[in-house]
């Protein structure tokens, strides 16, 4: 077993379906169809039929994919500038960007500790807050709730179904950010599938990651799919006729294709994934380390296996000095940023003791004997020895 270990390898990722890869780069050349052809039909009906939807749109990135909803959203009518989304305090900045950039206004959510996942309880309760006249006075809770954005932070799914419902119809539309969770599910529903729009990324270095940039948007609303469409489109809902200022968010035939053959071993990606994951939960034990939590009837895909443990840095530098490689999810959550400076009135000190305790552990490509191995080098870790 090779005891180097480095955090993510995307030649050793990519290097099983090199000629599966090949093939299709070819067939792409070949067929002298590179955007809104037969890969991309067949990417999004492979995405319409793994989460249940009636529709998929293949689009640029997964940024792009929040980025659409969201304005299809605002051209619906649906929600207009000064309306508050919910979102998770510690995600991704991708997915706060798309919020800020139309004039919405983002409301931070605290995470659960254990599941990283939003505390739906807390987001029940600030939706009802929005609601009541007297709150419209308060700074910075003058905004009306109008959408809730859930990311399924590190593959794990964030859900509640009551929750979801009861404030679902209370007119919230609540959007997935699944680009870190293709593949999981809860109560048998895959992420992607449960609520009013989900986006996708196919970052390099998601679970299903293209040799690109590539993401997708899921829906089952008719109307918003084919805003979608033509906002991604320069705005064009047929030819030379532009309905909206759009842009040009298209996804390539030559990325579809990629896409297409690894979906079709979407079932190994995760299982591999799964059994690193259950290695490491079933042999870490050092009580200076804090394991993830599962919610009940929730497949998480392990797209990150983040710890916790106050001893950061000498935890990592005692792996690395081991040959382990980790990385952190994230060092500064969006509130921090210097983008976003004088923006968050509010304090968030979960989000912030997650950005100061987490590591995350190699995970993609990773064989159970070497999470295994990576299990005893942690449980062999006393922070005490080291200063
Ligand atoms: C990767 C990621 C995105 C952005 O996807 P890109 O394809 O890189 O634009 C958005 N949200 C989350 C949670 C992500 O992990």
């Known amino acids: 077993m090779n005891k180097n270990i480095p955090f993510l390898s995307l030649s050793r990722t990519n290097a099983p379906l090199s000629r599966e890869l090949r093939e299709a780069a070819l ?37 792009d994919a929040i980025r659409l909803i969201f304005r299809a959203l605002i051209e619906l009518g649906r929600l207009s500038a000064g309306d508050g989304v919910l979102v998770p305090a510690n995600t991704y900045i ?38 009541s006249k007297q709150s419209a006075d308060k700074a910075g809770e003058a ?42 599910s809860i109560s048998g529903i895959p992420t992607g599938g449960l609520g009013d729009a989900a986006a996708f990324s196919f970052y390099p270095t998601k679970n299903v990651g293209a040799l ?21 489109n320069y705005g064009s809902d047929r030819r030379y006729h532009n309905i909206y200022r759009g842009y040009n968010c298209r996804i390539d035939e030559m990325q579809a294709a990629f896409l297409n053959v690894k979906l079709t071993h979407l079932n190994e990606i995760t299982r591999s994934r799964q059994e690193a994951a259950n290695a490491y939960l079933d042999k870490i034990a050092n009580p200076a ?37 980790t990385d952190i999810h994230y060092a500064v959550p969006p509130h921090r940023q210097p983008c976003y400076e004088n923006t968050f009135s509010g ?12 590591i995350s552990l190699p995970i993609s490509d ?21 200063k």
């Open 27 to 63: 067939r792409v050349i070949d067929s002298g169809w590179y955007l809104h052809g037969p890969q991309t039909r067949q990417l999004e009906s492979h995405l319409a039929e793994l989460t249940g939807r009636n529709h998929a749109i293949g689009v640029s990135n997964g940024l």
């Open 347 to 358: 304090r968030y000190p979960l989000t912030e003791q997650m950005a100061d305790t987490l």
């Open 212 to 232: 690109g940039d590539a993401g997708a948007v899921t829906t089952d609303d008719t109307a918003l799919e084919k805003t979608i469409r033509a906002l991604a």
């Open 143 to 184: 905004t009306k709730i109008k959408a809730l954005l859930t990311v399924h932070l590190y593959g794990n799914p964030s859900w509640d179904t009551d929750i979801a419902a009861r404030l679902q119809r209370q007119g919230v539309i609540i959007i997935e950010d699944n680009a870190q969770a293709i593949g999981a």
């Open 366 to 386: 990773i064989t159970p004997a070497q999470a295994e191995y990576i299990a005893g080098v942690i449980n062999s870790f006393r922070p005490t020895l080291k």
């Open 289 to 325: 380390v804090a394991l993830p939590a599962i919610l009940p009837r929730a497949v998480q895909v392990w797209h990150q296996f983040p710890i916790r443990t106050p001893y950061r840095d000498a935890l990592r530098t005692y792996l690395s000095e081991n040959g382990i490689a």
């Open 94 to 131: 991708a997915s706060i960007l798309p919020i800020t950039e139309f004039g919405l206004v983002p409301v931070l959510l605290e995470p659960d500790p254990d599941t990283f996942g939003i505390n739906w309880e807390q987001a029940l309760t600030l939706f009802e807050t929005s609601q």
